[in-house]
Antibody, heavy 114, light 110 residues
Framework: EVQLLDSGGGLVQPGGSLRLSCAAS????????MTWVRQAPGKGLECVSF????????YYADSVRGRFTISRDNSKNTVYLQMNSLRAEDTAVYYC???????WGQGTLVTVSP | QSALTQPASVSGSPGQSITISCTGT?????????VSWFQQHPGKAPKVMIY???NRPSGISDRFSGSKSGNTASLTISGLQAEDEADYYC??????????FGTGTKVTVL
């Protein structure tokens, strides 16, 4: 059974940092690209960041480029999202996903507020 | 990366069929058959209903079907049921080596 377990969310002040993690199991992790997707309250889905299977190619949405860093450790079947200089508009549920076949984590809530 | 275009809402009566469109460009939907459809109920994580344009994961009802023509993908729900009421999103791989989502469609069962 495929499982993606997101963790690391929480309440943080503007300008603060958080590191999200996503532990994968049930598929050959090193074969597939991974994506972090977020959903702000009452809004749609937004691809925040993408990393290729090897980690050699990354992508960032304009709204987070320069502040967020995606990485992966294929030996641990885990993908990370380091989020720095957080803003109120980063408040959302963050999901890790393997979008080739549509696998999703349960989501972790990030709230940026004074 | 611009979002794929979906109708904001689609409705139908129980037993009817509805189709949701998802329009992109030759930089996303048009280039590869990596189009997926997700169903999302309030407060829940998205759930894949279709992947690679027309493939249904194990456990997904055959009332759900997907297709693609040019730069537009479609999701058809046949025999509409009350439990199908949800938000639906399409996604596609892109020429920028990432994924883009649709704007989302709220399906209402009358």
């Amino acid at each position: 059974e495929v499982q993606l377990l997101d963790s690391g969310g929480g309440l943080v002040q503007p300008g603060g940092s958080l590191r999200l993690s996503c532990a994968a199991s049930g598929f050959t992790f090193s074969t597939y690209a991974m994506t972090w997707v977020r959903q702000a309250p009452g809004k749609g889905l937004e691809c925040v960041s993408f990393v290729s299977n090897s980690g050699g190619t990354t992508y960032y949405a304009d709204s987070v480029r320069g502040r967020f860093t995606i990485s992966r450790d294929n030996s641990k079947n885990t993908v990370y999202l380091q989020m720095n200089s957080l803003r109120a508009e980063d408040t959302a549920v963050y999901y890790c996903a393997q979008l080739r076949f549509g696998y999703w984590g349960q989501g972790t809530l990030v709230t940026v507020s004074p | 990366q611009s979002a794929l275009t979906q109708p904001a809402s689609v409705s139908g009566s129980p037993g009817q069929s509805i189709t949701i469109s998802c329009t992109g460009t030759s930089n996303d939907i048009g280039i590869l058959n990596y189009v997926s459809w997700f169903q999302q109920h309030p407060g829940k994580a998205p759930k894949v209903m279709i992947y690679e344009v027309s493939n249904r994961p194990s456990g997904i009802s055959d009332r759900f079907s997907g297709s693609k023509s040019g730069n537009t993908a479609s999701l058809t729900i046949s025999g509409l049921q009350a439990e199908d009421e949800a938000d639906y999103y399409c996604s596609s791989y892109t020429i920028s080596s990432t994924y883009v989502f649709g704007t989302g469609t709220k399906v209402t069962v009358l």
